[in-house]
């Protein structure tokens, strides 16, 4: 079984930067495509960015795509993402979620999830 915790959400002001972070175990990091998901209030939970199991891939959301980036390190089992030029509507909670195989940007099946951390971003 694998266990998520996310971390460094916070209040941020427009513009600013936040970086978010995953704690993985319960199996090597090297092994799971990782990725970071978010859902505002009243609205689904939306894709964002994806990183494959080497650092080799990555894939992001177009609302996401140059301010956002996702990276991860395996000797470590944690995963980032680095948000920059925050707007007010990223405003969310941020989950982290892993699955053995890409495609979790194509909507394919998240095989584990955190709980979420919450990233408020204020004008």
């Known amino acids: 079984q694998v266990q998520l915790v996310e971390s460094g959400g916070g209040l941020v002001q427009v513009g600013g930067s936040l970086r978010v972070s995953c704690a993985a175990s319960?199996?090597?990091?090297?092994?799971?495509?990782m990725g970071w998901f978010r859902q505002a209030p009243g609205k689904d939970r939306e894709f964002v960015a994806t990183?494959?199991?080497?650092?080799?891939?990555?894939s992001y959301a177009e609302s996401v795509k140059g301010r956002f980036a996702v990276s991860r390190d395996n000797a470590k089992n944690m995963v980032y993402l680095q948000m920059n030029s925050l707007k007010t509507e990223d405003t969310a909670v941020y989950y982290c979620?892993?699955?053995?195989?890409?495609?979790?940007?194509?909507?394919?099946?998240?095989?584990?999830w955190g709980r979420g951390t919450q990233v408020t971003v204020s004008s």
């Open positions: 319960g199996r090597p990091l090297s092994t799971l495509v």
């Open positions: 990183i494959g199991w080497m650092a080799a891939r990555t």
């Open positions: 979620a892993a699955s053995p195989n890409w495609g979790m940007n194509l909507g394919h099946e998240v095989h584990y």
